[in-house]
């Protein structure tokens, strides 16, 4: 039911899952820097990708990704400090930024800790803006964004019944009330993510295996499984499962184990 450029690799577990996501990051990184270009690789919250982050930090991957031209950017953030134990950006900080000593300049962080949510999508806005000096109308085209997919379907801080951000497509960042905690995010809207060159999405744990199952076999209904949404228009989608995550999965159109490669399979929704 996915996009035509969508690839579902299923791994035995978070350790292949994590080793195969940053695999996918190095050949990315690689071919950016083969054009001598700066890479820009958005960031995910959660707890799935902790690994990823820490396994980028240590070799092989440190030193073979050319991380001086490496921006860090995330998908979406807490309405808190940067020092919170909920942030995004402490995780991220704490696991990669601080150990591979990342330069502040670098550092492209959604400010939570403004007074209001939305001054923080404003402002965020506004650097995105800037630092791909974007012509009015025209959306970021991130190299890689790294997403993670709740048990209820969400992605970045895309919720079911949310309906003012599902359906955004005209801001690039937006500051929703999230009912479901009962807190104001900030993320990035859907035609950002859906401009990127490569969105890797990360799903792990069996309390996954239903969702995954509606949102890669059921029918295309981004309102009740915002994640469905990652559709991106000149860009990769690679789903990263575990095998907990794609129990429930038809087994026989992924491939076991890294081994046989990616399968790739499309049909219009
Ligand atoms: C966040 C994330 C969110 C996350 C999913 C999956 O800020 O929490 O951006 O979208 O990716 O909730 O989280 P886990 O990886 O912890 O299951």
Known sequence: M??????????????????????EILEAARSRRNQCEDFTLVLSGGSTPKGLYTCLAQDPFRSTIA????????GDERHVSPDHQESNYRTAHETLLAPLAIPQEHIHRMKGELPHASEAADQYEREIVEWFALQPGRKPRFDVI??????????????????????????LVIAPWVEKFGVYRVTLTPPVLNEAAMVIILVSGKEKATTIKNVLEGAYDP?????????????KLLWLIDQPAARSLSSDRFPVSMDQGASSFSSDP
């Open 2 to 23: 996915g996009p035509k450029n969508q690839i579902v690799r299923k791994v035995a577990d978070r350790e292949e899952l994590t080793n195969v996501a940053a695999q």
């Open 67 to 74: 991380w001086e031209h490496v921006h860090f950017f995330w």
């Open 146 to 171: 790294l997403l993670g997919m709740g048990a209820d379907g969400h992605t970045a801080s895309l919720f079911p019944g949310n309906a003012g951000a599902v359906d955004e497509t005209d801001r």
């Open 223 to 235: 309102d009740r499984f915002p994640v469905q949404l990652v559709r991106p228009s000149q860009g």
